[in-house]
């Protein structure tokens, strides 16, 4: 500081040593400015990852629903609705299997991989709540919501039809087109348990219905032709001259009736 203080540039005296031409030092600037994203190459990673997505898209949506309609959905004659006093006992006002426990049968978890909108359709059809391919449209916007990081929003979707399925086995409030809490929040926090409890609970009742009384050889108008019985005519209500005798009657059995 004393230095600095006392001293001025008067008192500097430079002496050259050496005279040579300047150096650069690093990597000389471009005269074109570069890019700091490469176009062609940010459409080559985008169509590199974008076209399995659209495959996978393409396969659930379309694909695998419409093999799974020709295989089951087309073959099925009747459905779960409206016929719910032939359905067993062990079906009503409980699931048949825990949440939990559904996930035992490895192969139809596998399959949820590729499979996940036509199964829920799949059930939806088989209780008679939608027509199959509505079921799969509304199905396929729900997966993409939990897909997209929206499952919020799809859980209402799958939530509302699964009050619709507890409802109808006797296990809800038997309010029709509302959403409970509880099958919301299943829905939200393990939807894959919840698509695997209502597809084995609904195609165990449906393999236990009886097929209907049409398919069994005779229509529902018979069946009740068969239940009245035939009405008895009362003679008491004629007069005493118009009621046949013993010897009428004979005659009339023995000679048949009279054209």
């Given at each position: ?6 001293t ?6 430079v ?15 471009p ?13 080559h ?16 949506g ?13 073959h ?15 079906y009503?006002?409980?699931?048949a ?9 490895r192969?139809?978890?596998v ?39 929206c499952?919020?929003c ?14 109808f ?19 939200l926090?393990?939807?894959i ?15 236990d ?10 229509s ?16 008491a209500?004629?007069?005493?001259s118009a009621?046949?005798t013993?010897?009428?009657g004979a005659?009339?059995i023995?000679d048949?009736?009279?054209?």
């Amino acid at each position: 500081y004393a230095f600095l203080r006392n001293t001025s540039l008067k008192d500097l005296h430079v002496q050259a040593v050496s005279i040579s031409a300047p150096r650069i030092q690093g990597e000389p600037i471009p005269a074109e400015p570069i890019l700091l994203v490469d176009i062609n190459q940010a459409i080559h990673t985008g169509a590199m990852i974008a076209s399995p997505c659209a495959v996978y898209f393409f396969c659930i949506g379309f694909v695998i629903p419409w093999i799974n309609w020709r295989l089951r959905v087309r073959h099925r004659k009747y459905r779960l609705m409206g016929r719910l006093a032939d359905i067993e006992n062990d079906y009503k006002e409980k699931w048949a299997l825990s949440l939990f426990s559904s996930l035992r049968n490895r192969v139809m978890c596998v399959s949820m991989i590729c499979c996940l909108p036509a199964r829920l359709a799949d059930t939806w059809d088989s209780v008679g709540l939608v027509p199959y391919w509505l079921g799969v449209k509304r199905a396929f916007t729900c997966c993409g919501m939990y897909l997209f990081g929206c499952g919020v929003c799809g859980a209402t979707i799958s939530g509302r039809f699964r009050s619709e399925i507890r409802d109808f086995f006797l296990m809800g409030d038997q309010t029709k087109g509302n959403m409970e809490v509880a099958d919301y929040c299943e829905y939200l926090f393990c939807p894959i348990c919840c698509v695997l409890q209502e597809a084995q609970h609904v195609d165990a009742a449906l393999d236990d219905l009886p097929p209907p009384r049409r398919m069994r050889g005779f229509s529902v108008e018979e069946t009740k032709q068969q239940e009245v019985p035939p009405p008895q005519q009362d003679f008491a209500c004629f007069e005493p001259s118009a009621m046949p005798t013993r010897f009428e009657g004979a005659a009339a059995i023995k000679d048949g009736p009279l054209l």
